[in-house]
């Protein structure tokens, strides 16, 4: 585990991506600015990516009821009453955790470039959940991202508590290309105010 911050606002468990661990560069500038504006940012590895960190081999992730699982424990451990707790990911880890939004324990979500569909499989999108959801899911997506582009997405009906954030040429780590003339750690900082925004409104009892 890796804590970043002190829970006065509220707790975000973060979880990482299919590929890198906890302490990528993505995530460890997200958890910093989240921690930042005084939320405490909860980050942990699956079981998959611990084997890894151990041996050094990479593995595929674990299947999704084991991710799911491990998900679900974590919010056990670290809901506590009284303190807000949200659940946010990017890419797989932000799937997982809309996956988990209807857990009693959870005010919301945040997805940092979520897997729309698998790159070439745009005939299944990975939405159904989706359709459904009723507590605030906040996606924030690349305008290039291959797993989810702008023309597919918003024909999606995503239920109303969906909120997509379109960030401008930015790819799946919400990285834009240089001509773009914009950096990917401006859209982080949208992101991360997004974010922050909505911890801040849902502290406050209002909805955002």
Partial sequence: MLID????????????GAGAPMDSPFMNHMAA????????????????MQKRRLDGKKRPPDRQ???????????????????????AGKSMGGRMA???????????????????YAPGKQDAPRIEHLQHVVKPIHIFQGTRDSMGKPALVDSYPLADAVTLHWLEDGDHDLKPRKMSGITQDEHLADAVESTLKTINAYQRGTAL
Avoid: D, N
């Fill in 33 to 48: 600015a989240i921690a930042a504006g005084g939320v405490e940012v909860v980050r942990f590895e699956f079981p998959y």
């Fill in 98 to 116: 809309t996956m988990l939004a209807a857990h009693p324990a959870v005010a919301g979500c945040f997805v940092y470039g979520y897997p729309f």
């Fill in 5 to 16: 911050g002190c829970a006065e606002k509220g707790r975000v468990l973060l979880a990482h």
């Fill in 65 to 87: 009821p084991k991710l799911l699982e491990y998900f679900s424990a974590l919010i056990e451990q670290y809901s506590e009453a009284g303190q807000p707790l949200w659940l």
